[in-house]
Nanobody
Framework: VQLVESGGGLVQAGGSLRLSCVAS????????MGWFRQVTGKGHEFVAA????????QHGDSVKGRFTISRDNAKNMVLLQMNNLGPEDTATYYC?????????????????WGQGTLVTVSE
């Protein structure tokens, strides 16, 4: 599975961005799609995940109420709507897929990763 993220950029605090990730290749295995983020020098933080049907989804504690994950299976795409952004959301955001829904969502449980898209939130 190949994953390509887009939608990152520079935004002021309080603003919004929408990230997109398109999957190609053996997408039949991409039953779960999700997002992690990483600040340089730190580990990957779970942001959100969603099942193929969209019936099960989860958001990390630090983004609940502000970020929303969704999925468009016809386009093999997962989206992350990010509202009320703050400087603490500055990070590189990665899209990833897994065949199974695992909890907790840890990076090692996602087999395929995109190259990442940088989100920078200014004061």
């Amino acid at each position: 599975v190949q994953l390509v993220e887009s939608g990152g950029g520079l935004v002021q605090a309080g603003g919004s961005l929408r990230l997109s990730c398109v999957a190609s290749g053996q997408t039949f295995s991409a039953n779960v799609m999700g997002w992690f983020r990483q600040v340089t020098g730190k580990g990957h933080e779970f942001v959100a995940a969603i099942t193929r049907s969209g019936g099960t989804l989860q958001h990390g504690d630090s983004v609940k109420g502000r970020f929303t994950i969704s999925r468009d299976n016809a386009k093999n795409m997962v989206l992350l709507q990010m509202n009320n952004l703050g400087p603490e959301d500055t990070a590189t955001y990665y899209c990833e897929t897994s065949e199974y829904w695992n909890f907790p969502h840890t990076p090692d449980r996602f087999a395929f990763w995109g190259q990442g898209t940088l989100v920078t939130v200014s004061e």
